[in-house]
């Protein structure tokens, strides 16, 4: 079974940065299509950022796009998030996952909180 870790989470200020890691200790998900979801107050989980296996491709949503950059590295067996230019509406929980249509290939792990504040 998988168990997804994430980290990297925290207060920063609007306009600041976070860079989230996940891995997966001891498993291996070098071949799956990777992506992280957040959840925000009042809001049902998102997919925000997703990478290929390959990490040839990469897709974001919308509320992130130019902002926050997926990427990672399967030697490591692990998955960043590196958010730039932070906003308050970015406050909440943010985990990592291997989208499998709608749903998601593992349980969901912990998260990692992050609050934008000033």
């Known amino acids: 079974q998988v168990q997804l870790v994430e980290s990297g989470g925290g207060l920063v200020q609007p306009g600041g940065s976070l860079r989230l890691t996940c891995t997966a200790p001891g498993s291996i998900f070098a071949i799956y299509t990777m992506a992280w979801y957040r959840q925000t107050p009042g809001k049902e989980r998102e997919l925000i950022a997703s990478i290929h296996a390959t990490g040839a491709y990469k897709n974001y949503a919308d509320s992130v796009k130019g902002r926050f950059t997926i990427s990672r590295d399967n030697a490591q067996n692990a998955v960043w998030l590196q958010m730039d230019s932070l906003r308050p509406e970015d406050t909440g929980v943010y985990y990592c996952?291997?989208?499998?249509?709608?749903?998601?290939?593992?349980?969901w792990g912990q998260g990692t909180r992050v609050s934008v504040s000033s």
């Open positions: 996952n291997s989208p499998v249509g709608q749903a998601t290939k593992w349980p």
